[in-house]
């Protein structure tokens, strides 16, 4: 049972918490729970900016692009984590394997440089108010959203064809809860150091790059913050710096840590969890961060609410 890459493995079988069967049925509930609120939540940030015509500026076409990516982000991977937690061993084809590789790539590449775009918004409004509306302009979203897009899309394109392009003699169990590249390199039958080499550095350019970035932006904005007047308005500054930067650093932090080292000491089940940091918990959280606690998102959701109301009483 030959493959063309010459790779007797035609199936894997995700382990998923194997080691843990008596957990396995609370982390089907609890991550059920978390994919139905992820899904709705970005759901409704997409639906609420898509229809309302005073949302269409940078700030919430940034967030209605990140919403895209989260709500796309959990269908990829949610539904085969809760099959795998629904059983002790999950199949998962060749190919089915390699399209999850490519859109987790994909969808996490384009949210890297996605929130370095968004950091550097909120940078240019809040540091130059007066020229925001020519530093921001059509033209540079435009160019901000498609440069994020098309990175992730060749980010995924490279890393996947590079992956799977290695020879996998068995054993074909993936000690995951889904197809990410560092457990699937594990069982590549060839030597990987160049691979791992390119990993190294893309990690560096793709996560740790915009993260820097972000970083100083924050400062600057930091900065800007303290030489506010009003103090009511500095404490809501801060607290909307503070949740940005807490959703970034968990994404980017444990994404760096997944994948600096294909190969690094960490324990299976460390891996796991670091995995489930950034691929279940910045999707659900990034709704409330970002949107849900802001006021013209509040008061477009209340007016869509209103209006849906009126249209059923007739």
């Known amino acids: 049972m030959k493959r063309h890459n010459q790779s007797s493995v035609v199936e894997f079988i995700l382990l998923g918490f194997s080691n ?17 609120v992820t899904l709705m939540g970005n759901a409704t940030i997409i639906v609420i900016i898509s229809l309302e015509q005073s949302l269409h500026v940078p700030l919430y076409l940034f967030l ?43 969808f996490g590449g384009t949210e890297c440089f996605l929130l370095g775009a968004m950091a550097y ?62 457990p699937v390199l594990e069982l590549a039958c060839a030597d990987t150091f160049w691979f791992e080499i390119y990993a190294f550095t893309g990690t560096i350019l793709i996560i740790m790059v915009p993260f820097l970035l972000i970083l100083l932006s924050y400062i600057r904005i930091l900065f800007a913050i303290l030489r506010m007047p009003s103090t009511t308005g500095r404490q809501k500054a801060f607290s909307t710096c503070a949740s940005h930067l807490t959703s ?28 489930l940091a950034y691929t279940l918990l910045t999707p659900l959280l990034n709704p409330l961060i970002y949107s849900l606690r802001n006021s013209e998102m509040k008061r477009a959701l209340l007016k869509a609410w209103r209006r849906k109301v009126h249209l059923q009483t007739f």
């Open 64 to 106: 209605l692009n990140l919403s895209v990516v989260d709500w796309s982000f959990s269908i990829v991977i949610m539904p085969e984590m809760l099959m795998v937690l629904s059983s002790e061993k999950t199949m998962i084809t060749f190919a089915g394997c390699f399209a999850q590789m490519y859109f987790i790539l994909l």
């Open 121 to 182: 918004d909120r940078f240019a409004a809040i540091c130059s108010p007066l020229s925001y509306p020519m530093i921001m302009n059509k033209r540079v979203f435009l160019k901000l959203v498609m440069f994020s897009w098309v990175s992730g899309i060749m980010v995924a394109t490279v890393q996947t064809s590079w992956v799977f392009s290695f020879p996998f003699c068995g054993p074909n169990e993936i000690n995951h809860l889904f197809c990410e590249t560092p």
């Open 20 to 36: 843990f069967p008596k957990l396995r049925e609370q982390l089907f509930g609890v991550f059920l729970v978390i994919y139905l």
């Open 248 to 275: 970034v650093t968990l994404f980017y932090g444990t994404a760096s840590m997944t994948y600096l080292q294909p190969k690094s000491g960490y324990s299976p089940e460390t891996k796991k969890l670091m995995s």
